[in-house]
C-alpha cells in the first residue's frame, strides 16, 4: 500500500520560512524521482521542484534560489525548504514519485507521475 504523507504546512508572513516533508511508504522510495507540486485556487498544477534517485535536481524558475529539496534515502523522506515566501506561493503542495529516469526527474515535465500525497497547505500573507 503506497503512502506519501505531506506535513509542514501553514501560515507565514512574507519573507518567512517554512520547510516542508513527505514521508513515503509501500514502494522503492530509493529509485523513484520524488516531486514536489502546488496548486493555488483557480489555477493549474505547478511543477515545483525535483529530486531524483542519484541524487540530481530541479528547480521551476518561480523558485530558483528560494526553495531547496532534499532527500533522505535511508528514512524514505523528501523535503522542502522554502525562504523568501511570497504571496504568489499560496498553495496547496504536493509530495509526489515517478518512477521514470533521471533525465525525464529533472526536464521539467511532470505528466507521468505515479503516486501523489493528500497535500499541505501554505499560506503566504
Known amino acids: 500500500h503506497v503512502q506519501l504523507v505531506e506535513s509542514g504546512g501553514g501560515s507565514v508572513r512574507p519573507g518567512g520560512s517554512l520547510e516542508l516533508s513527505c514521508g513515503a511508504s509501500?514502494?522503492?522510495?530509493?529509485?523513484?524521482?520524488m516531486g514536489w507540486f502546488r496548486q493555488a485556487p483557480g489555477k493549474e498544477c505547478e511543477l515545483v521542484s525535483t529530486a531524483s534517485s542519484d541524487g540530481s535536481t530541479y528547480y521551476s524558475d518561480f523558485v530558483k534560489g528560494r526553495f531547496t529539496i532534499s532527500r533522505d534515502n535511508a528514512n524514505n523522506t523528501v523535503n522542502l525548504m522554502m525562504n523568501s515566501l511570497k504571496p504568489e506561493d499560496t498553495a496547496m503542495y504536493y509530495c509526489?514519485?515517478?518512477?521514470?529516469?533521471?533525465?525525464?526527474?529533472?526536464?521539467?515535465?511532470?505528466?507521468?507521475?505515479?503516486?501523489y500525497g493528500q497535500g499541505t497547505q501554505v499560506t503566504v500573507s
Open positions: 509526489a514519485a515517478t518512477d521514470r529516469s533521471v533525465d525525464y526527474c529533472t526536464s521539467g515535465h511532470f505528466g507521468t507521475y505515479n503516486y
Open positions: 509501500g514502494y522503492s522510495y530509493s529509485s523513484y524521482c
